[in-house]
């Protein structure tokens, strides 16, 4: 395997490893983003005052209070920021030593090695 085709199979690998966990239609990580940054001014702001709107939005399809959902959304952020380290500390060692190798036996066993440990998580 070439390293230019290792490496697209690396970032599918990793892009589907993180869209396991995380919903990945257009737009949805800038609305993810701005659902966190709700939740952290509305904590910061002792969970008083209008409710954000993504907070609203959580109220309403889970049945928390304002303090549930805000906390619930910011306990998600933070596992997910952790599983998305993982990911992507394998993803970018896999690439730094796929640009090690010369061999193309090799980089085709190492990237399969790669793609499995990505399918698992």
């Known amino acids: 395997m070439r390293k230019e ?33 709700q939740a952290r001014e509305f904590k910061a702001a002792g969970y008083e005052g209008t409710v954000p709107m993504l907070i609203q939005a959580e109220m309403f399809v889970s049945g928390m209070n304002a303090q549930q959902a805000t906390d619930y959304i910011l306990a998600t952020e933070a596992q997910w920021v952790y599983l998305a380290s993982e990911i992507e500390k ?16 090799e980089i085709t066993t190492y990237t399969n090695t790669i793609i499995d440990t990505l399918n698992s998580i």
């Open 5 to 37: 085709v290792a490496n697209k199979y690396i970032d599918m690998a990793a892009g589907e490893a993180r869209a396991r966990y995380i919903s990945t239609g257009s737009g949805q990580d800038a609305v993810y983003l701005l659902k966190a940054h």
């Open 90 to 105: 394998i993803r970018r060692a896999a690439k730094i030593h796929v640009n090690s190798l010369t061999e193309f036996d």
